[in-house]
């Protein structure tokens, strides 16, 4: 962490702010929207990773703590079936593929998404072999990159009481990564913990506002993500650009 300049410890501080305000604010989304931004300081995602996750793994048990009884435990097992065999997969690919090849697969994901918001157009799933292939792909992406939360929360939202979602989210968020850090523990990647620490209080700050901030988002969802679509947007064609591609 201390060997980035004095510019760019800056820049990354507010990246972390805002991952965790959109963590909080959206219940989802904290590595899709902040990875790609993240990758034009330091294109190592296996740098980032683990620090988003032991991001994620601090403020879910933090918001989970009095919120443990309201989660639908009985979808979270049915959907684990498609999704963690998937997330093993990502993450073995997230170890073994080259860098190059990971940018462009974070990258392409997240472009995918942007048009997505910046055109308002929804993934809906009412087909149950839909539902699998949604939750299948959602938890190779979570697996290889964390930005797979919006196919997986496509077929959350048909099936889980809207007073539950955002709690259920946050522990498969939590299992998800738990399977991800573990597995890099065993690998011997290196998990950058104490950059972790350092970046956690400044992460707090966006949590803490995205908490209070989650209802006003969700009455105004559709701008939001218009104009966060449109960054993202300009942001990923920048990185595919810089790649020569």
Request: net charge positive; with cysteine; charged share 10%.
């Amino acid at each position: 962490m201390f060997e980035f300049s004095a510019t760019s410890i800056f820049l990354i501080g507010l990246l972390f702010v805002w991952t965790g305000f959109v963590r909080s604010g959206l219940g989802f989304g904290g590595a899709a929207l902040g990875l790609p931004l993240m990758l034009f300081i330091h294109d190592q995602p296996l740098f980032w990773l683990p620090v988003i996750g032991t991001h994620l793994l601090f403020f879910s048990s933090m918001t989970l703590r009095t919120r443990i009884n309201n989660v639908d435990w009985d979808y979270l097992k049915k959907s684990g079936v498609y999704i963690i065999p998937a997330a093993l997969a990502g993450v073995f690919g997230l170890i073994n593929l080259p860098n190059n090849w990971l940018l462009i697969f974070i990258y392409s994901i997240t472009l995918l998404y942007a048009v997505m918001w910046l055109f308002n157009i929804s993934i809906h799933s009412d087909r149950n072999w839909l539902d699998g292939l949604l939750l299948t792909t959602g938890g190779y992406v979570a697996g290889t990159s964390l930005t797979g939360a919006p196919l997986m929360v496509a077929v959350y939202m048909r099936n889980v009481a809207a007073n539950q979602l955002r709690n259920t989210l946050f522990v498969l968020w939590f299992i998800l990564v738990t399977i991800k850090m573990t597995t890099f523990a065993v690998l011997g990647v290196k998990l950058h913990f104490m950059s972790a620490l350092v970046l956690l209080p400044v992460a707090a700050i966006g949590h803490i506002v995205g908490l209070r901030a989650h209802e006003f988002i969700l009455q105004n969802d559709p701008l939001f993500k218009r104009v966060v679509g449109g960054v993202l947007l300009m942001i990923c064609l920048l990185g595919l650009w810089k790649m020569g591609l």
